[in-house]
């Protein structure tokens, strides 16, 4: 367990290592070397110079060595087994069967493992901000691991049935449908300033110029959605096309003038307070309801999710009464009060 804690104490001071590490290359006359504990005893600091200075190769060979005897934390086979019976099952299949893929992850490793050992050197497991840092992460983890165990111990083996996933659709059959919709393609102009009469009698000018242009066939829509609206992010790329929108969701201006339209008709200027839209209809889709097995897999997800949620809230409580820790209101807000005030991040 020790270990397990110093890992996670490291990885995370390695993170101010790199830091450190990408600030230097716009430091004057700092030496990387040196910040990593690599500048042996009585050897002269780097001065200021123009390009890196050149170092002996059997200085870096007898530091880096010194380094990787300190450092307790190695790279080996039993390493890379531990590593892979926690990852992801997709996520191992690729590794064992993919001889880049792997060769990359060991490599990745490795240079996980300089970076440590550069944190390790320097003593940042040493800091007890980064120690307090370590220790916050290795309970959420602690956390994690107890909650998933107790929930899939306590989960039955066959949750849900095929018979819960039934009752679950005959109960809730009106929220197993699809909606009215209807196909629609917009090009929209918006206005910087709604109350600015000059400004939006522009934007309708602008407006009336393209539907003149769309309706000699100068410009079809898509071009001229491209190249005129202003909506993001799909439709101005997508020729203007916004999808099935359910109807219940239109804008009481855009719906009615919209539903009027001949399929691939193009309306006349819609203003609203956003602006102006110019709009085109497809098809209207009437509202469908779904069948059982169209939704079954869906159900199953969610009825697994809340079961998953109420045994967590069940296991907080249970946590709580036997396990209490001594707080209330009043501390709370005394606490808050004296950080606000007085606020000192501590060592």
Same mark, same amino acid.
């Given at each position: 367990m020790p270990q397990t804690i110093n890992r996670i104490l490291l990885a995370t001071a390695a993170l101010v290592i790199l830091l450190a590490l990408l600030y230097s290359q716009n430091a004057p006359g700092f030496s990387i070397r040196e910040f990593l504990g690599l500048q042996e005893a009585g050897e002269k600091k780097t001065e200021p110079v123009a390009q890196p200075a050149q170092v002996a190769p059997e200085k870096v060979k007898t530091a880096d060595k010194?380094?990787?005897? $300190?450092?307790?934390?190695?790279? /080996?086979?039993?390493?890379? @087994?531990?590593?892979?019976s926690v990852v992801d099952e997709n996520q191992r299949k690729i590794l064992l069967t993919d001889e880049e893929?792997?060769?990359?992850?060991? +490599?990745?490793?490795?240079? !996980?493992?300089?970076?440590?050992?550069? =944190?390790? =050197?320097? +003593?940042? /497991?040493? /800091?007890?901000?980064?120690?307090?840092?370590?220790?916050?992460?290795?309970?959420?983890?602690?956390?994690?691991?107890?909650?998933?165990?107790?929930?899939?111990?306590?989960?039955?083996? /066959?949750?849900?049935?095929?018979?819960?996933?039934?009752?679950?659709? $005959?109960q809730n059959k009106d929220k197993f449908v699809l909606e009215e919709r209807v196909q629609v393609w917009q090009i929209f102009l918006p206005f910087k300033d709604a109350s600015n009469v000059k400004e939006t009698e522009i934007v309708k000018k602008q407006a009336e110029s393209i539907i003149n242009d769309l309706n000699k066939n100068?410009?079809?829509?898509? *071009? =001229?959605?491209?190249?005129?609206?202003?909506?993001?992010?799909?439709?101005?790329?997508?020729?203007?096309?916004? &999808?099935?929108?359910?109807?219940?969701?239109?804008?009481?201006?855009? +719906?009615?003038?919209?539903?009027?339209?001949?399929? $691939?008709?193009?309306? =006349?200027?819609?203003?609203?307070?956003?602006?102006?839209?110019?709009?085109?209809? &497809? !098809?209207?889709?009437?509202? @469908?309801?779904?069948?059982?097995?169209?939704?079954?897999?869906?159900?199953?997800?969610?009825?697994?999710? @809340?079961?998953?949620? @109420?045994?967590?809230?069940?296991?907080?409580?249970? *946590?709580?009464?036997i396990y209490p820790v001594d707080i209330n209101d009043k501390i709370i807000e005394e606490w808050r009060l004296k950080l606000r005030t007085n606020f000192n991040p501590g060592p």
């Open positions: 010194k380094v990787q005897e $300190d450092f307790p934390y190695k790279l /080996d086979f039993s390493e890379i @087994q531990k590593i892979i893929a792997f060769s990359n992850f060991v +490599k990745n490793e490795a240079t !996980n493992k300089s970076l440590l050992s550069a =944190a390790h =050197a320097n +003593k940042v /497991d040493q /800091d007890e901000r980064y120690r307090f840092i370590a220790r916050r992460g290795s309970e959420n983890i602690f956390r994690e691991i107890y909650l998933k165990q107790l929930i899939a111990s306590r989960t039955p083996e /066959d949750y849900p049935s095929e018979e819960q996933i039934q009752s679950y659709y $005959d100068t410009i079809n829509f898509s *071009a =001229a959605a491209e190249k005129y609206s202003r909506r993001p992010p799909a439709g101005k790329y997508n020729g203007g096309y916004m &999808g099935l929108v359910k109807i219940s969701e239109l804008k009481p201006e855009i +719906k009615e003038p919209l539903l009027k339209l001949a399929p $691939d008709k193009t309306s =006349a200027p819609i203003r609203t307070g956003e602006g102006i839209h110019i709009l085109k209809r &497809g !098809n209207i889709i009437p509202r @469908q309801e779904l069948g059982y097995e169209e939704v079954k897999s869906q159900i199953g997800k969610l009825l697994t999710t @809340q079961f998953e949620n @109420q045994l967590k809230q069940a296991i907080f409580k249970q *946590a709580g009464e």
